[in-house]
């Protein structure tokens, strides 16, 4: 039962004391107190249940308060809760271990870092020392942090301050199959067999790819020739921007490109990592690509705060030339949850399950896409997925923002808490904790038809 203050103090609160940018974005029309999470399952001040189809942001991966986590936590807690990396201790070794298992090729050095900005800043400077070159690509509507460093490789201008950004950052365009100038739902001249054409099952590579990839000659022709380039960062499925999933083998030549150039090339696998694209455990695999530099975060502790940085130990050395140290990276209990979060991935075959529900959940959300004009793109793999709303699908025009608020602010009267995102600011984005059922599923799909139909029942006649 909730004991704590009312909402309408604790709105309070925030507005006067909490930073002003969660004003905005964090707010439901009538906010919501969350206290109590179990697995799939969120609780209202109020009492009343939501499933959680955000699991946070992506962060809670194997389900709110898993008891196997908790348990992990509280065990490790009773026995030592912080020591640096200074120190030998068994929680640590144990981790890095159990980590270094799922890591491929030579990815073989570790840095346990508290954030997943916190990674991609370590990232992008062990890029440009290995390379020596301080130049980076990034890809439009790519997401890294929001650090100062990161700021320009974020390349979504919703996060963008009115201060000077990303020296060196050079952005190529993203080669977004439902966006993208090169690459609609019918890829114009490749022979594609499915209607997602630049996913295109037979062709060996794709038109789109094509020229997304020539794209990319060109800002490294014109902005960033070889002898400048430091490296590449990518998300395997862009998040934040709206479940992008890229052209086949556009990752493969990119990297090649970049590798090319003297350029290290960096998947960020914040949000794709830990299993959840369903047929991989990391993002980049879907790809067939080994990158440089793998970072994760969110989900890597289930909801606890830490993230890593994974390289080659050739990269690694380069930061060896002085002396490099975090103080609550890779701190016992991050590593006994860490550690407890592995664990449960593997035993409760949480990867094939997010691959199963994953593929049952777009299948069906693609009926939606077939009954209603304005759902214009189902998109994703396993459970990482994203609705893109329209006002019509042959205009493609992003449904404005007050009608995603109100689509949202139905769902979540009925229980469902979904996210939003793109660059339009018109994805439901869809990335449960990975333990939900079929059942899950259906009822999600049930609140989605109604909360579409109230919508629809409340437009003028044209
Ligand atoms: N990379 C990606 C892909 C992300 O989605 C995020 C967070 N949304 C970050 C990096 C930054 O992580 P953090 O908020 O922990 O700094």
Excluded at 8 to 24: C, D, I, M
Excluded at 452 to 457: A, D, G, H, P, R
Aim: hydrophobic letters at 35%.
């Amino acid at each position: 039962k909730y004991t704590g203050a009312p909402i309408e103090e604790a709105v309070k609160t925030r507005k006067q004391h909490l930073f002003p940018s969660t004003h905005g974005f964090a707010y439901y029309k009538k906010p919501i107190m969350i206290h109590q999470g179990h697995m799939q399952w969120l609780w209202d001040s109020t009492g009343k249940r939501y499933l959680d189809l955000f699991g946070g942001i992506v962060t809670v991966s194997v389900g709110h308060s898993h008891p196997r986590v908790v348990e992990a936590a509280r065990q490790q807690m009773d026995k030592l809760w912080h020591t640096t990396v200074i120190y030998m201790y068994p929680t640590l070794h144990e981790y890095i271990e159990k980590l270094m298992k799922k890591m491929p090729g030579n990815l073989k050095v570790v840095y346990l870092v508290n954030s997943g900005s916190e990674a991609n800043d370590l990232a992008m400077l062990l890029a440009r020392l290995h390379s020596g070159c301080y130049d980076i690509i990034g890809l439009r509507s790519g997401y890294h942090g929001t650090s100062p460093n990161l700021m320009g490789l974020t390349a979504l201008s919703s996060w963008h301050y009115n201060i000077p950004t990303g020296f060196g950052i050079h952005q190529t365009m993203n080669p977004d199959p439902y966006r993208g100038i090169w690459g609609g739902n019918k890829c114009r001249d490749s022979p594609c067999q499915t209607d997602r054409g630049c996913d295109c099952a037979s062709a060996k590579s794709c038109a789109a790819s094509d020229r997304y990839i020539g794209e990319l000659e060109e800002v490294l022709r014109y902005s960033c020739p070889k002898g400048r380039v430091g490296g590449m960062f990518a998300e395997s499925i862009q998040g934040v921007g709206g479940t992008i999933q890229f052209p086949k083998t556009f990752m493969q030549r990119a990297f090649k490109i970049i590798r090319d150039h003297g350029g290290v090339c960096i998947s960020d696998e914040v949000q794709t990592g830990f299993g959840r694209t369903g047929e991989h455990f990391w993002g980049f695999e879907g790809h067939s690509v080994i990158p440089d530099i793998v970072t994760m975060a969110k989900g890597i502790g289930n909801g606890f705060p830490m993230a890593a940085v994974v390289t080659t130990p050739e990269i690694a050395q380069k930061l060896a030339a002085a002396t490099h140290f975090n103080t609550f990276g890779g701190n016992p209990l991050a590593c006994a949850i860490g550690s407890a979060v592995l664990d449960v991935v593997e035993e409760e075959g949480l990867q094939e399950h997010c691959a199963k529900l994953g593929t049952y959940f777009i299948t069906e959300l693609g009926k939606l896409r077939e009954q209603y004009e304005i759902v214009g793109d189902v998109r994703g793999k396993g459970l990482m997925i994203g609705l893109e709303m329209v006002t019509t699908k042959d205009s493609k025009t992003p449904l404005p923002a007050a009608s995603m608020a109100q689509i949202w602010e139905t769902t979540k009267d009925l229980g469902l808490l979904v996210g939003k995102g793109g660059y339009y600011g018109n994805v439901f984005r869809i990335k449960p904790p990975m333990c939900i059922t079929k059942d899950d599923v259906d009822y999600a799909i049930h609140v989605l038809r109604i909360a579409i139909e109230n919508f629809l029942k409340q437009q003028p006649k044209a």
